[in-house]
């Protein structure tokens, strides 16, 4: 390849042959594929012939982006595929059985035997990067509700999954500034028709836009329709059901103690927006405006979480036992737990206080995943270890309110084909948007 002085830094690209198969749809289009970055070049000089020839050097894009800790931006307003960070979901998964107590022993048999259909073991967590779940035949159930039902590609998702992850608690209303967190201290308002109007009143900070059914968050409410679901498996013997609505239940509640999944500051302040040229893979550019401190997602849940899975691991080991007060015996007293639980973790991580740092680690230069951790590591474990005992408290009652442990079901574990059946049907936990989750809550 003739190479020149001044070549390094070309990008390499593929041009597609226009009698060649296609492989996807950037094919059929002409798209060309990012291959390689050229970085320098040699001259080489063979046997008798004083004529050298020029070899161009160059790095593979894919190895490039591995050692730089890059990911490519492959179009403006993709999905992110992470929540939490997988780590993070199926660690807390993996320490529930530990915090439940002895009054229910044929419970922890059960999901001890399911331990690795719910999560992974110990020395997966601590080395696996997690990646191409979406693509699994077999998703563990802490992440079905990522990788099989929001993001999947196994052709199982769910086109209302993904409010199910969240709830801006504290979006203030412009009649009285009130939020989510305000409202919900008077129990009736943990009501989803309660919710659907206070979405009518707002708009999105950054598009000043109504709020679509699509993005009105109902965490709280989903965990109602779980909790009574596992409780009616329970009570019908169905053993094979109720292990799955548990698996799947430890994804919301993990995200419940996520301080960047109950807050409109969830990717930055959109009320402090920032400008930004965007070069579109078409050659269009566009500019575009994201909130002041876009990436603490990322940063906060993914990297700084990821980075710090033993100290993790340890401490949600001394997650506390289930006290037989703490016991509860329905959907809605399930919906309220979760509510305290988004409140008790907003006012221990505030998620402005969250973006600040990250915004002033990142003006600084410095590595914003270190300095979130130094800043709220500690209280960061305290809301895991709080969103695990949550979840313990959820599981043993539902199963004590259906009397399960005195039943004569087997407690078996599932095959990965058996749970993967079960999450595929639709009518399993039907995901839902808030408009429409009423119908499926027991009053």
């Known amino acids: 390849m003739l190479t020149r002085a001044g070549d390094s830094g070309t990008l390499w690209l593929l041009e597609p042959e226009g009698d060649a198969e296609e ?13 390689a970055i050229q970085w320098g070049a ?6 008798l012939d004083a004529q050298s020839h020029s070899y161009a050097l160059a790095t593979n894009i894919s190895l490039a982006c591995d050692r730089l800790d890059l990911d490519f931006v492959r179009d403006w307003n993709l999905d992110q595929d992470d929540t939490w960070a997988a780590f993070g979901h199926f660690t807390i998964a993996s320490r529930v059985v530990i915090a439940l107590s002895n009054a229910v022993p044929k419970l922890k048999t059960l999901m001890e035997k399911n331990a690795s259909i719910v999560s992974h073991p110990d020395d997966v967590l601590l080395s696996s990067e997690f990646k191409k779940m979406g ?15 929001k993001h999947g590609k196994q052709g199982f ?7 199910n992850h969240f709830a801006d608690m504290d979006h203030p209303r412009p009649a009285d500034g009130k939020t989510l967190l305000d409202l919900c201290e008077q129990p009736d308002n943990v009501d989803p028709a309660v919710w659907n109007d206070f979405y009518d009143e707002i708009e999105d900070f950054l598009t000043h836009e109504g709020i679509d059914q699509k993005y009105r968050g109902l965490l709280p409410f989903r965990v109602w329709q779980i909790f009574d679901e596992m409780a ?20 919301y509640v993990a995200d419940a103690c996520q301080p960047l999944h109950i807050s409109y500051l969830h990717d930055g302040d959109p009320r402090q927006p920032v400008s930004r040229t965007v070069h579109h893979r078409t050659g269009v550019t566009e500019e575009v405006a994201e909130p002041l401190g876009k990436g603490v997602h990322a940063a906060y849940e993914d990297k700084m979480v990821s980075a710090n899975r033993k ?38 991580l505030p998620p402005a206080t969250i973006v600040a740092a990250f915004v002033a680690a990142k003006r600084k230069g410095e590595n914003a995943a270190d300095e979130l951790w130094k800043q709220f590591g ?66």
């Open 23 to 35: 492989v996807d749809d950037a094919s059929a289009d002409g798209l060309l594929r990012p291959l």
């Open 42 to 47: 040699n001259r080489l000089y063979s046997g």
């Open 135 to 149: 693509e699994d035949p077999f998703v563990a159930l802490a992440d079905v509700p990522d990788f099989f039902w």
């Open 157 to 163: 998702t769910r086109y209302y999954e993904g409010p």
């Open 232 to 251: 009616r498996f329970a009570k019908a013997g169905k053993i094979d059901e109720f292990v799955c609505a548990a698996g799947v239940l430890t994804h």
């Open 311 to 348: 100290t993790i691991i340890t401490a949600l080991n001394k997650t506390a036992e289930v006290k037989s007060k703490e016991l509860i015996d329905t959907g809605k007293a399930a919906a309220d737990l979760t509510i305290a639980l988004m409140r008790r973790t907003y006012t221990t």
């Open 378 to 443: 500690n209280a960061t474990i305290k809301a895991m270890q709080d969103g695990t005992h949550t979840l313990a408290v959820l599981w043993e009652s539902a199963w004590t309110i259906a009397d399960a442990e005195g039943s004569n079901s087997a407690m078996n574990a599932l095959t990965k084909e058996r749970a993967m059946q079960i999450c595929a049907d639709q009518k399993f936990l039907p995901s839902v948007a808030v408009n429409q989750i009423g119908q499926y809550l027991n009053h």
